[in-house]
């Protein structure tokens, strides 16, 4: 298993452009989420979903959509990029809740906005 | 879900055992203690997870006060590798969200 995958590594958007970053995993997972993390802080989620078809708002969803049109991936969508996105962002995903307390989390997609 | 308090930083000799406490005073009775770590901004990594027994694992010990206002995670033989954020999570079982907050810094040293 490749586990939690994202694309790409690293981008530099100016600003008002925008770009999707893409999240896959091959874990069967039902619940997927997206976070942010700034420098020097924890994560904040930003979106997330209980299964395909299903999403719903996290802590900070403002200039972000998604969608979740397969179990497997979970892109989020930047419009009109800002200089406050500038952050690295993290997906993650775990099973049902009643089958497993642990949530895998890609490696990131560092993305900064000038 | 219930906030935690760690301080911001700690360290250890290598080798050593590294006790990394978490205060969360406000826990209510269904709420679960969670730890995660996050190796030099790579994405966080589940270590154990607790109600109100003892837990360990191939990883580490989490160890709860009886009235549940405070945990310890113990990594028994500290790695240099084992230099990382480490979080402190209290959660609400599995069905509520992770939250975040700024974690305490282990520093392993030679």
């Known amino acids: 298993n490749a586990g939690v995958t994202q694309t790409p590594k690293f981008r530099i958007l100016k600003i008002g452009q925008s770009m999707t970053l893409q999240c896959t995993q091959d874990?069967?997972?039902?619940?997927m989420y997206w976070y942010r993390q700034d420098p020097g802080m924890g994560l904040k989620l930003i979106y997330y979903s209980v299964g395909a078809g299903i999403t719903d708002k996290g802590e900070v969803p403002n200039g972000y959509n998604v969608s979740r049109s397969t179990t497997e991936d979970f892109p989020l969508r930047l419009e009109l990029a800002a200089p406050s996105q500038t952050s690295v962002y993290f997906c993650?995903?775990?099973?049902?809740?009643?089958?497993?307390?642990?949530?895998?989390f890609g490696p990131g997609t560092r993305l900064t906005v000038t | 879900d219930a906030k935690t308090t760690q301080p911001p930083s700690m360290d250890c000799a290598e080798g050593r055992a590294a006790n990394l406490p978490c205060n969360h005073s406000?826990?209510?009775?269904?709420?679960?203690v969670y730890w995660y770590r996050q190796i030099h901004s790579q994405g966080p990594q589940y270590i154990i997870h607790g109600l109100k027994n003892n837990e360990t694992n191939e990883m580490a010990s989490l160890i709860i006060t009886e009235d549940r206002k405070s945990s310890t995670l113990i990594l028994p033989h500290a790695t240099l590798r084992d230099t990382a954020v480490y979080y402190c999570?209290?959660?609400?079982?599995?069905?509520?969200?992770?939250?975040f907050g700024k974690g305490i810094t282990l520093s392993v040293r030679p």
């Open positions: 993650a995903s775990n099973l049902a809740p009643a089958r497993s307390y642990e949530q895998y």
């Open positions: 874990m069967n997972h039902n619940y």
């Open positions: 406000t826990i209510s009775g269904n709420e679960y």
């Open positions: 999570i209290v959660r609400a079982g599995a069905n509520s969200k992770l939250t």
